[in-house]
């Protein structure tokens, strides 16, 4: 069926690193994807979204890109801090059906200092 | 503090109680969704309105939840009978239009014994 995923579940990264978190998709026609970030005990934050018009879209520190041949995005990190530890989920924004979310499990960030 | 709101934050609940949640939305969102995620997983979507009219509910949704939004501002999600395979964080977001970034409230967490 459809659904989004991620490659890994955990993932240790030296302080100062650059992160990279994949995240695949298996429709086709998902054209919107947002990535957030959850602490312990709190709700999603939004971090970055990109649609299928774009196949790079850069923030503070963060990049996502997105290619659709292989129907796979990512999430680059630069310099991760140890506040960037959290777990990091991209969710396909289905917005014909009312926006809704679908999200795979995440990937558990664990910066080393 | 402009963002989704969510009382209370933790509740704990003898099964077979009944329990309410309030989700307030960003101001102007007119977008509102409730998800459920148990520990180690990715969100799960529950339901979602448009203004006051409820507009789609998951299977997951059993008949022992009820959600409403009467006045196309808050939203509360009701547990009738919980068990105890209802405990689980339990997320409002809310959006301006479908397509979109949802925002997230903190969660309430939901423990039932």
């Known amino acids: 069926g459809e659904s989004v995923g991620l490659h890994l579940p955990t993932l240790s990264v030296q302080e100062g690193d650059n992160s990279i978190i994949n995240c695949a998709y298996s429709n086709s026609a998902s054209d919107y994807f947002i990535w957030y970030k959850q602490e312990s005990g709190k709700g999603p934050q939004f971090i970055i979204d990109i649609r299928s018009n774009m196949d790079k879209r850069q923030g503070q520190r963060v990049t996502v890109l997105l290619n659709k041949t292989v129907k796979h995005l990512s999430l680059q990190i630069a310099a991760t801090q140890p506040g960037d530890s959290a777990v990091y989920f991209c969710a396909e924004n289905r917005y014909n059906q009312g926006g809704k979310l679908i999200f795979g499990q995440g990937t558990e960030l664990s910066v080393k200092p | 503090d402009t963002g989704v709101s969510q009382n209370p934050r933790h509740k704990i609940t003898k099964r077979g109680q009944n329990v309410t949640f309030r989700c307030d939305p960003i101001?102007?969102?007119?977008?509102l969704y409730w998800y459920r995620q148990t520990l180690g997983q990715g969100p799960e979507f529950l339901t979602y309105f448009q203004n006051e009219a409820q507009l789609e509910k998951s299977r997951l949704l059993s008949d022992r939840f009820s959600a409403e939004r009467p006045k196309g501002s808050f939203s509360t999600l009701e547990i009738q009978r919980t068990e105890q395979g209802d405990s689980a964080m339990y997320l409002c977001?809310?959006?301006?239009?479908?397509?979109?970034?949802?925002?997230f409230g903190q969660g309430t967490r939901l423990t039932v014994v």
């Open positions: 101001s102007e969102h007119n977008r």
């Open positions: 977001a809310s959006s301006l239009s479908p397509e979109t970034v949802v925002f």
